[in-house]
């Protein structure tokens, strides 16, 4: 199962110091937030980029993106014939919402559409947010060697358990948990069946999971960050980036 990268850069590059990794949050989601569009606000996060980026010149970084900055959707291969068959479609269904949508990369917003069995998962991405990050990056000699959703590496790992554990029967489901926000992965019968997102209460951190489902957690909330931090760079969250400590079955 391969899920869905927003950039990736050159991975050989040479330089004494190995790459760090970090992550950007828009703080916690409430009613009150301003938005542009269908994802959050970035000015905030993207100040608190510049002075990491100031901080860390000539650096390599893995830089991971809330959830509220890549609206995921998921088409069934039936329904389409190849990923920019996808992105149309899934583009399509968010217009019926009332966002104003258009599958060109320049028109918008940055698209990627990832075969997962027989469904594609479809993501997209705020250019504006895209090319700040970058803009702000190249000012200061920073290389961005990827560009991605944080869960990514974590959601592989689930999906590559369940494999593991010869679960390809019922229904298992994962959560996907960060302050303000959740999104919910769902495999029936060893498919990815559904995948749909929703904002917590400003004093949730967590979402309890149904218990006739076998859920996994995956969250930022355990890190002990403040649920207003925007910019996480420590060895906690490269661990969750990378997936080495990522999900949790519910109960552990």
């Not at 790459?19 to 993207?46: I, N």
């Not at 926000?181 to 769902?186: I, K, P, Q, S």
Request: aromatic share 6%; hydrophobic share 45%.
């Amino acid at each position: 199962m391969r899920l869905p990268t927003i950039l990736s850069g050159q991975r050989h590059w040479r330089g004494l110091q190995p790459p760090r990794t970090a992550a950007l949050m828009p703080g916690p989601l409430h009613a009150q937030a301003v938005h542009s569009g269908l994802t959050p606000a970035h000015d905030q996060a993207l100040l608190a980029w510049r002075q990491w980026c100031l901080a860390n010149a000539g650096r390599r970084v893995r830089l991971a993106l809330s959830c509220q900055w890549v609206l995921s959707g998921l088409i069934h291969e039936g329904d389409v014939g190849g990923a920019a068959q996808a992105s149309e479609r899934m583009a399509r269904q968010w217009m019926n919402h009332g966002a104003p949508m258009t599958t060109t990369n320049d028109g918008g917003w940055r698209w990627r559409a990832t075969r997962v069995g027989d469904a594609w998962l479809v993501c997209a991405t705020p250019e504006t947010l895209v090319g700040d990050i970058l803009a702000v990056a190249r000012a200061h000699g920073v290389k961005l060697i990827w560009l991605g959703p944080w869960w990514v590496a974590g959601a592989q790992c689930w999906v590559e358990r369940l494999a593991r554990l010869a679960k390809v029967s019922g229904t298992a489901q994962l959560q996907v948990q960060e302050p303000g926000w959740v999104m919910n992965l769902r495999m029936d019968g060893g498919r990815l069946a559904a995948l749909w997102s929703e904002p917590l209460a400003p004093v949730q951190v967590g979402l309890e999971p149904d218990k006739a489902i076998e859920t996994t957690v995956l969250s930022f909330a355990p890190l002990g960050h403040a649920t207003a931090d925007v910019l996480w760079d420590d060895e906690r969250t490269r661990s969750l980036v990378d997936g080495k400590a990522a999900w949790q079955p519910r109960g552990a």
